[in-house]
């Protein structure tokens, strides 16, 4: 993708500011949640999956339709993943992946997606703080099973995890009460709309932010604002929250999403990647 492909407010933004130094002797992957595409992956999943890898992506999520899959509709995702070498580090799950006979079938189909981290995308209804430390309770009881196959557990946020109940932040009672080695999955996005310092959240967990959700916000009204803005045209400070992520956060890999854009799905994720690699350099 070309800098003239970038739309004009975020090529400029883009060319005005240095590029982001990585880290030294860091080369963190950059990836797609295929939420993202989500429309084409219910129309054609494996042709959406190769067109992602030859995009430039080096990792991809799945996300929750995954686990009503059949186990050979999992392996020709594999097989996709593989004719295109791409590599699925976590996928996305609802509560179902972390209680019963669903813990065996998220590590079942974790495992042949190749998978590192199965994340709990979302708590369902979650209201007081006792509800949250039972959320809590029932992904550290997860992670024990998923630890014996070699895998880890994950909890995403959105912008309910950042509002305070009772003076505490549910996002602080699942970090409390979830294993050293349990994954806080950050939406970068959210936590800006919300108000709160995604920095601050970084270097207060240092080596649990191992894969962060670039997922802008932009505040005003407009069809093109909220989180119809493209990666790097809305307000999340990225260069203090890449510093963060890689000095402290113990980042393994970063996914793009978008919620929508102005532009179609693959064109949408064909800019964000543009943008991504021009911010970074």
């Given at each position: 993708?070309?800098?003239?492909?970038?739309?004009?407010?975020?090529?400029?933004?883009?060319?005005?500011?240095?590029?982001?130094?990585?880290?030294?002797?860091?080369?963190?992957?950059?990836?797609?949640?295929?939420?993202?595409?989500?429309?084409?992956?219910?129309?054609?999943?494996?042709?959406?999956?190769?067109?992602?890898g030859?995009?430039?992506?080096?990792?991809?999520?799945f996300?929750?339709?995954?686990?009503?899959?059949?186990p050979?509709?999992?392996?020709?995702?594999r097989?996709?993943?593989?004719?295109?070498?791409?590599?699925?580090?976590?996928?996305?799950?609802?509560?179902?992946?972390?209680?019963?006979?669903?813990?065996s079938?998220?590590?079942?189909?974790?495992?042949?997606?190749?998978?590192?981290?199965?994340?709990?995308?979302?708590?369902?209804?979650?209201?007081?703080?006792?509800?949250?430390?039972?959320?809590?309770?029932?992904?550290?009881?997860?992670?024990?099973?998923?630890?014996?196959?070699?895998?880890?557990?994950?909890?995403?946020?959105?912008?309910?995890?950042?509002?305070?109940?009772?003076?505490?932040?549910?996002?602080?009672?699942?970090?409390?009460?979830t294993?050293?080695?349990?994954?806080?999955?950050?939406?970068?996005?959210?936590?800006?709309?919300?108000?709160?310092?995604?920095?601050?959240?970084?270097?207060?967990?240092?080596?649990?932010?191992?894969?962060?959700?670039?997922?802008?916000?932009?505040?005003?009204?407009?069809?093109?604002?909220?989180?119809?803005?493209?990666?790097?045209?809305?307000?999340?400070?990225?260069?203090?929250?890449?510093?963060?992520?890689?000095?402290?956060?113990?980042?393994?890999?970063?996914?793009?999403?978008?919620?929508?854009?102005?532009?179609?799905?693959?064109?949408?994720?064909?800019?964000?990647?543009?943008?991504?690699?021009?911010?970074?350099?």
């Amino acid at each position: 993708m070309t800098a003239q492909s970038l739309s004009r407010r975020g090529f400029l933004a883009a060319a005005t500011a240095a590029p982001i130094a990585l880290a030294a002797g860091k080369n963190i992957p950059v990836g797609i949640e295929l939420y993202s595409v989500r429309d084409l992956m219910t129309k054609d999943m494996p042709a959406t999956v190769r067109a992602i890898g030859k995009m430039g992506y080096q990792v991809v999520e799945f996300y929750g339709p995954y686990f009503d899959w059949t186990p050979e509709v999992v392996r020709e995702a594999r097989k996709a993943m593989d004719d295109v070498g791409l590599r699925c580090n976590s996928t996305h799950n609802g509560p179902a992946s972390f209680t019963g006979d669903g813990i065996s079938r998220a590590i079942e189909y974790n495992l042949v997606l190749g998978s590192k981290f199965v994340v709990m995308a979302s708590a369902g209804r979650a209201v007081t703080l006792d509800d949250w430390r039972k959320v809590a309770d029932t992904l550290t009881s997860a992670c024990e099973k998923f630890r014996l196959t070699g895998l880890r557990g994950g909890y995403h946020n959105h912008q309910a995890e950042f509002k305070a109940v009772d003076g505490r932040r549910p996002i602080e009672v699942i970090a409390a009460n979830t294993p050293k080695d349990f994954m806080l999955q950050f939406d970068v996005g959210t936590c800006v709309e919300v108000g709160q310092d995604p920095v601050a959240w970084i270097d207060s967990n240092p080596g649990r932010i191992n894969s962060l959700h670039l997922k802008d916000w932009g505040a005003g009204t407009g069809p093109d604002r909220g989180y119809r803005v493209l990666f790097g045209e809305g307000d999340v400070p990225w260069k203090k929250v890449f510093d963060a992520a890689e000095s402290k956060g113990g980042v393994e890999y970063y996914l793009i999403e978008q919620e929508g854009s102005r532009y179609p799905a693959m064109e949408t994720a064909e800019k964000c990647l543009a943008a991504y690699k021009n911010m970074r350099g």
